[in-house]
């Protein structure tokens, strides 16, 4: 089929050419929006799931949707780990009340907030590296005592308050939010709450991978009052059909019930990879419909781009020591392990392991959701370190006692 007209987009936050199956997110999220623009009590949302499912697609799509209401929004902000949560939340407001200015003429109450901002910031202790442009004085006395909690929260009440006689309210975004750490969530959860309280419309809707909600639930009581909580993941198959059939459709191509049936139990309704199989077979295919044939033509080039694009990059951020983790662990078979299960598999005591397993969970390559249970980020992604560092026995130490010295 033509390239110039393949409508997949098998990239990271990019729109997919039919959303499916989240309709569910989407419609909590926008009574919330209705609530809180109303004066009622509303929660965000905190979404959950291991890479290519679409958290950042539907915090994007959240972006949208607010706009369209009216409200005031930040665009999607994304976490780092060497990120501070105030300048994160600095970033945040700075955004917003950018997208609040430009609406409107900056009023007084918009002038006030980017002062406060201003503040905010040179309150940081700085390394001189960062900075926001902010061409409004500085405010002093609100939100610059350098008590980080006290400022947050008079931070964003300013934003609040600035936004709300300006627009429905704000809407605030943050994704890879497992990269802050269980402190600073907490201490952005109370902020939030401080602002609940005192129902200012301002929102937070945020997304990580999935061990996100028990950190944010294990640190402050406010989560469960302040989030609802969805974990997102694999597309069901009557949804996988259709994030493959409609785009085509829409270009008068359709696809064989058994080619179709074979990409989705390859793909197992992961949405990113659903794009690579699109992508790949409307261009092996020549003519309409998909068949069997171009599927299994294209399964080769699947693998390779995922390999490229999908798996290498995350693989290559590991140390050989946590490679052999790796190995490991995918040797054990598919779904989790605990600690021990892996350690034993490579010979050593948990505790000896205890680095390259830290090192694996703050690179956000593999997460547990219980305690010690071990599970990768990515999915199949126990297949691809299998491929390409299968795990070798003679990696074991041998049994018995250590060989003397001479
Ligand atoms: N509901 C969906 N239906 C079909 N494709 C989707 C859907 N959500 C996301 N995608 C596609 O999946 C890929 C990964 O989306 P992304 O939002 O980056 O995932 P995540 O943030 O969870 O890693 C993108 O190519 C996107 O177009
Ligand atoms: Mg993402």
């Known amino acids: 089929m033509n390239p110039e007209t393949n409508p997949y987009v098998p990239a990271a936050g990019s729109r997919p050419p039919a959303l499916v199956g989240r309709d569910p997110e989407l419609e909590a999220f926008s009574v919330a929006l209705s609530r809180l623009g109303k004066g009622i009590h509303a929660r965000g949302m905190i979404l ?9 697609v539907l915090l994007r799509e959240f972006n949208y949707i607010a706009r369209e209401k009216g409200w005031i929004t930040s ?36 002038r006030r907030a980017f002062g406060v901002l201003k503040a905010f910031t040179l309150a940081l202790e700085d390394d001189g590296k960062w ?7 500085a405010v002093k006395g609100v939100a610059d005592s350098g008590d980080p909690e006290v400022d947050l929260v008079e931070l964003l009440g300013e934003v609040g308050k600035a936004t709300s006689r300006h627009g429905d309210g704000v809407l605030l975004l943050l994704d890879e939010m497992q990269f802050l750490s269980k402190a600073d969530l907490g201490m952005l959860s109370m902020a939030m709450h401080q602002v609940s309280q005192e129902v200012l419309p301002v929102l937070l809707a945020g997304a990580g991978l999935p061990q996100l909600p028990l950190m944010l639930k294990e640190n402050k009581l406010y989560a469960e009052r ?35 049936a074979y990409i989705l139990e390859q793909s197992q309704g992961y949405p990113y990879f659903l794009q690579q199989w699109g992508e790949a077979v409307w261009n092996e295919a ?5 068949c069997m044939a171009d599927a299994l033509a294209a399964h ?13 990059d995350r693989y290559d951020t590991a140390t050989e020591a946590e490679r052999i983790y790796m190995a490991a662990m995918a040797n054990l078979g598919p779904g989790s392990h605990s600690s021990a299960e892996i350690a034993a598999r490579m010979g050593l005591t948990v505790k000896g392991s205890s680095v390259r397993r830290d090192g694996l969970l703050k690179k956000g390559l593999v997460y547990s959701r219980v305690d010690t249970e071990l599970d990768f980020t990515v999915p199949q992604f ?14 074991r130490p041998r049994r018995g006692r250590p060989p003397r010295k001479v």
């Open 48 to 56: 959950d799931g291991i890479r290519g499912v679409g958290k950042t």
């Open 75 to 110: 665009g999607v902000v994304e976490c780092d780990e060497s990120d501070d949560l105030r300048r994160i939340v600095a970033k945040l407001c700075h955004r917003a009340l950018r997208d609040l200015s430009k609406r409107k003429a900056a009023a007084d109450a918009v």
């Open 286 to 290: 020549e003519t309409s419909p998909i």
């Open 226 to 260: 302040l989030f609802t909580f969805r974990s997102i993941g694999s597309l069901r198959p009557a949804h996988a059909a259709k994030a493959l059939a409609v785009p085509a459709a829409r270009e008068n191509v359709s696809y064989a019930k058994d080619a179709l």
């Open 382 to 395: 126990a297949a691809f370190i299998k491929r390409i560092h299968p795990f070798d026995e003679r990696q």
């Open 131 to 137: 900075r926001l442009n902010i061409d409004f004085d």
């Open 300 to 312: 080769e080039l699947v693998t390779d781009e995922l390999d490229r694009r999908f798996f290498r």
